[in-house]
């Protein structure tokens, strides 16, 4: 980036309401990790979404792949190799 180049970062913010001894665990984690508790928070949260977006495709994936006679990894190995 050059000196004339602007950097507008947008961010939300959001509340969650967690018991307390989460958020004990939270304020310990940050500590051992000196990192925010919202990045750890973002983080984990990030982490959570992209696990159950790989859950969805593989999914439909299995899916897909029932269809088109590929039930186990072998069968798919086979196809790819």
Excluded: H, N, W
Aim: glycine share 4%; with cysteine.
């Amino acid at each position: 980036m050059g000196l004339c180049d602007i950097v507008i970062i947008m961010r939300a913010i959001l509340s969650v309401s967690v018991e307390p001894a989460l958020k004990r665990k939270l304020e310990k984690a940050a500590r051992i990790s000196k990192k925010k508790k919202s990045d750890l928070v973002k983080d984990a949260l990030e982490r959570y979404l992209a696990e159950m977006e790989f859950r969805t495709l593989r999914e439909q994936s299995i899916k897909f792949g029932k269809k088109s006679g590929l039930i186990t990894d072998e069968d798919v190995f086979k196809v790819v190799s």
